[in-house]
C-alpha cells in the first residue's frame, strides 16, 4: 500500500472531492463538510481539521476534527469525527496512521485532550485511547461510548 495522508487545509484542490467522499461514507449532507473544511482555510482556530488518505488519485481513508461530533457533553472537545477506511484497506494499519497523523497535528498545536465518540469497544484502545464514559447523540436512543486521548 503505497498512500499520503493530506490535510486538505494545505491542499484545498481536494476540497469538493473530500467532502463528496465524506458524505457518501456517513451520509451527513455534503455542504456540512463543505462548510467545516471552509471554516478550516480561514485558520482562524485548529479546530476544524480534515484529512484524507490517498493512494494514486483515489481517496482510501478520512478522518475529521470537529468541536462536537453531535452528542451531549458540549464540554468534551475537540472530537475526532468521520474515521473511515475503505474495506479493501482496512487491517493494514490505515486508521491507526490517520488517528497519529490528526493527535500529532494537534499535539503540535497545543491541544491537550482530544475525545471521540464510537460504537466500536476494542479497536480504539489499541491506539492508547481511553474509555471515558457513555454520551447521547442527537437522534439515538442508545448511548456511545465516549474515548479520550492525552496529548
Known sequence: MNYSIIKIKENTRLKNTAAEWFHKKWNIPTKAYLDSMEESFRGESVVPAWYVAVEGSQIIGGIG?????FHDRKDLTPNICAVYVEEEYRC???AGKL????CNDMMQNEIKMIYLVTAHAGFYERYGWELLCEVHCDGETKPSRM???RL
Open 65 to 69: 476534527v470537529i468541536e462536537n461530533d
Open 92 to 94: 493494514q494499519g490505515l
Open 99 to 102: 488517528l497519529e497523523t490528526v
Open 147 to 149: 474515548y479520550r486521548k
